[in-house]
């Protein structure tokens, strides 16, 4: 599982954790101190993200300021020294720690990675264009609902002028972001939203923000400072995530068309978690409700899932009434860079 992951950490920017993942990795062959912490997860279930989970563990440590010898390596808590030396610090780290870290390898590595907007604010911003209408946004698999505040996040371009939403804004997502210029000056107004996950993390709680920064690599700057960015958010505009999943939650939800305002179902890397009946159930869900939409009831489902082994996205959109479905664009798997593959 350690050396699967750390060529895709490589791939996505990480070159600290591509690194330590591949130590880790020789070091569990040799059952060495990396394994005498893993042993009572090993899985052959690639599904786990065991090696994520990993290194989550130590980076919490790090952040609460218990891995003084690895801190120096670890961005997040302002360490310059790079990957030289890191490993020996993580395995000095792995066998004083070793109970504790086997503990926290157990957590899920709950992540609620901001940058996905880049991505899924085209599909709003259609949604609200299409329909004329102010939109209420309802998320499957919120995680800590930071995303459910993508309208006011400040998106644009590296490269030219091409940009949405406000510029003050804490969250800034800057990269490549090649969407069309005539979606740029549209107005949205969000009435409503909320979103659900079975696992939901509190962001204004101390351990639900530790646990999200833990869960970010350490080596990744922009990514701790977006994060940074929709916790103070947060702060501001309360959003409530409930305690379900997709089938417990969502039913309710659509079960009456709701006239005068657009709704807009979305959810982005969630599809693979779901246990596969309740993932038919859900889709078959969101086909009924279309069936009810009006143009005055519209219904959209605006998704971001992963279609390939790189982890590559797809951002589609399902439109009712019509049931006319489109590929919007493709997306890293932690947002950037997103490519227009739409047609209008
Ligand atoms: C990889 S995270 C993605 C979180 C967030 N959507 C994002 O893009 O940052 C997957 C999320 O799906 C949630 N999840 C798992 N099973 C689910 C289900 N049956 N219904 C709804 N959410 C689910 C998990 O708890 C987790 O928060």
Request: hydrophobic content about 40%; aromatic content about 8%; cysteine-free.
């Given at each position: 599982m350690l050396a699967l992951q750390a060529p895709a950490c490589r791939i996505l920017g990480s070159d600290l954790y591509a690194a330590l993942l591949t130590a880790a990795a020789d070091d569990v062959r040799g059952e060495g101190p990396a394994w005498a912490v893993l042993e009572r997860h090993a899985?052959?279930?690639?599904?786990?993200a065991l090696a994520l989970r990993f290194m989550a563990a130590v980076h919490r440590l790090v952040l609460q300021g218990d891995a003084p010898a690895l801190a120096p390596h670890?961005?997040?808590?302002?360490?310059?020294?790079?990957?030289?030396g890191a490993w020996l610090a993580m395995r000095s780290l792995l066998v004083q720690q070793r109970d504790r870290l086997g503990e926290l390898v157990a957590r899920l590595c709950q992540t609620n990675e901001v940058a996905r907007c880049a991505g899924l604010v085209v599909g709003f911003l259609l949604a609200a264009r299409d329909s004329g209408l102010p939109l209420r946004v309802l998320e499957i698999g919120?995680?800590?609902?930071?995303?459910?505040?993508?309208?006011?996040f400040h998106y644009s371009n590296h490269g030219d002028d091409r940009a949405w939403g406000d510029?003050?804004?804490?969250?800034q997502l800057h990269g490549h972001w090649d969407v069309?210029?005539?979606?740029?000056g549209q107005q949205v107004r969000v009435v409503a939203r909320a979103g659900c996950d079975p696992?939901?993390?509190?962001?204004?709680?101390d351990e639900g923000r530790l646990s999200l920064m833990a869960a970010?690599?350490?080596?990744q700057p922009a990514r701790h400072e977006r994060l940074r960015g929709a916790l103070e958010l947060a702060r501001n505009e309360p959003v409530h995530v409930a305690k379900a999943g997709a089938m417990q939650w969502l039913p309710q939800r659509l079960a009456k068309t709701a006239p005068g305002v657009a709704t807009v179902v979305v959810h982005s890397?969630?599809?693979?978690?779901?246990?596969p009946g309740e993932r038919q159930e859900f889709f078959a869900l969101i086909e009924d409700a279309g069936q009810a939409a009006?143009?005055?009831?519209p219904l959209y489902w605006l998704r971001m899932e992963p279609e390939s082994p790189l982890r590559a996205m797809s951002l589609r959109l399902t439109s009712w009434p019509g049931a006319t479905d489109e590929l919007l664009a493709t997306a890293g798997?932690?947002?950037?860079?997103v490519r227009w593959r739409g047609t209008r």
């Open positions: 899985t052959r279930d690639t599904n786990t670890f961005a997040s808590v302002g360490g310059t020294a790079g990957v030289d919120a995680s800590a609902g930071l995303n459910l505040r993508w309208d006011r510029p003050g804004s804490p969250v069309p210029r005539g979606l740029l696992q939901p993390v509190e962001p204004l709680s970010v690599w350490a080596d890397v969630v599809a693979q978690y779901m246990e009006t143009a005055h009831a798997a932690h947002g950037f860079p």
